[in-house]
């Protein structure tokens, strides 16, 4: 019972904040709301005693992405944004493949919500604490998709420092008027 | 108990809120964000149904995608970046070169 409460309030906090997200017209406001949705989502990973993935979710997205998110917002100056409409013209197509999704997809879960029972036996942890779990399964199976994410994510680096460049006037990466 | 459809059903509503948001704004900042959220959604479908089966490989891939929500977001910046300072705007509509 006390666990239907707890996901009930983080639950609506993350719907609540990700809608006010985005509808609002400041985008620092919705990068606020960015940050109440991620750490109530924490807080359902919690919920389902997934204590590593939580404080990796807190320490890289509340850490990381959103105060790059944040920085960038600062760089940008947003005011002419606040004088502009905030939407684009496809609203109604937007809310039609919206309906269409949320339909599909509660339409499935419902229709396959027999196939979600689990035998009983299995729900104790085969080794004692979540983060050593994480990193046993991680390092001794996954070692290869773990080392090409780290190329991703170097990749990712040099990307990121080569877009956000500024090319010189008359240099090979200029951009013609 | 919380069961299984509880956390689905949160994953449906938070990955739709962030489609709307993906195709109905015009900063691109915003967009972003909505992507952050419709990937944070998937990584509540891999935790629960990890959670669920006692096995820890959802947990593993729920951190693939976090790198690659890092990633994606990294770029994404830097190409808010580049497009500011070359068109002086953040709003993916006046960002047309490459349509006809």
Do not use: C
């Not at chain 1, 390092?139 to 773990?146: G, S, V």
Request: hydrophobic share 60%.
């Amino acid at each position: 019972m006390l666990q239907l409460v707890i996901f009930y309030i983080f639950a609506t906090i993350a719907v609540v904040s990700a809608i006010l997200l985005i509808t609002r017209r400041n985008a620092v406001h919705s990068a606020m709301f960015l940050a109440a949705t991620l750490l109530s989502v924490a807080g359902v990973f919690l919920s389902l005693r997934a204590e590593f993935l939580a404080g990796v979710q807190v320490i890289v997205y509340v850490g990381g992405i959103l105060v790059l998110f944040v920085f960038v917002i600062m760089l940008v100056p947003t005011d002419r944004v606040m004088f502009e409409r905030r939407y684009n013209r496809q609203g109604r197509i937007a809310l039609i493949t919206a309906a269409v999704l949320v339909g599909e997809l509660v339409y499935a879960v419902i229709q396959g919500r027999d196939a979600f029972v689990f035998p009983e036996e299995a729900l104790e942890p085969a080794v004692e604490g979540n983060s050593q779990w994480v990193g046993t399964v991680l390092y001794q199976n996954y070692l290869l998709p773990f080392e090409i994410a780290s190329i991703l994510l170097l990749v990712a680096i040099i990307g990121a420092v080569v877009l956000s460049k500024k090319s010189k006037p008359g240099g090979e990466n200029a951009v013609e008027e | 108990m919380v069961s299984l459809e509880h956390y689905l059903i949160l994953s449906v509503v938070l990955f739709t809120i962030g489609v709307i948001g993906v195709l109905s704004r015009r900063n691109i900042l915003i967009i972003l964000m909505s992507i952050e959220l419709m990937m944070n959604a998937v990584n509540i479908n891999l935790i629960a149904f990890s959670s669920q089966l006692q096995d820890v490989i959802g947990q593993v891939f729920a951190v693939f995608v976090i790198v690659v929500a890092a990633a994606e977001a990294a770029v994404g910046l830097g190409i808010v970046i580049a497009m500011f300072s070359n068109k002086e705007t953040v709003n993916v509509g006046e960002i047309d070169l490459m349509k006809w």
